[in-house]
């Protein structure tokens, strides 16, 4: 799976679920200080992405997800 790919669906949710301006969502935007996320919405994230991508991020992989690129870094990890 390609980085562009995931990206499209982590959008898609960042936008819907979270109310995070489009523009604001780039491979370096922050989840915490650019995205205005907290912990709660991360984990959320997280579990909306496991179940659409039907892969299971472990807690300490999460700890490691700091921006929308370490995200899709994990993400392609479990799909590949």
């Not at 982590?10 to 907290?38: H, M, N, Q, R």
């Not at 496991?50 to 799909?79: A, D, M």
Request: charged share 35%.
């Amino acid at each position: 799976m390609r980085d562009e790919e995931i990206l499209v669906e982590v959008k898609k949710v960042l936008i819907e679920e979270f109310e995070v301006e489009e523009s604001a969502i780039t491979p370096e935007a922050t989840f915490y200080e650019d995205l205005g996320l907290d912990s709660l919405d991360a984990i959320d994230l997280i579990v909306t992405l496991n179940n659409f991508y039907n892969i299971e991020v472990e807690p300490t992989e999460s700890e490691e997800i700091r921006t929308v690129q370490s995200l899709i870094e994990i993400v392609k990890k479990h799909t590949n």
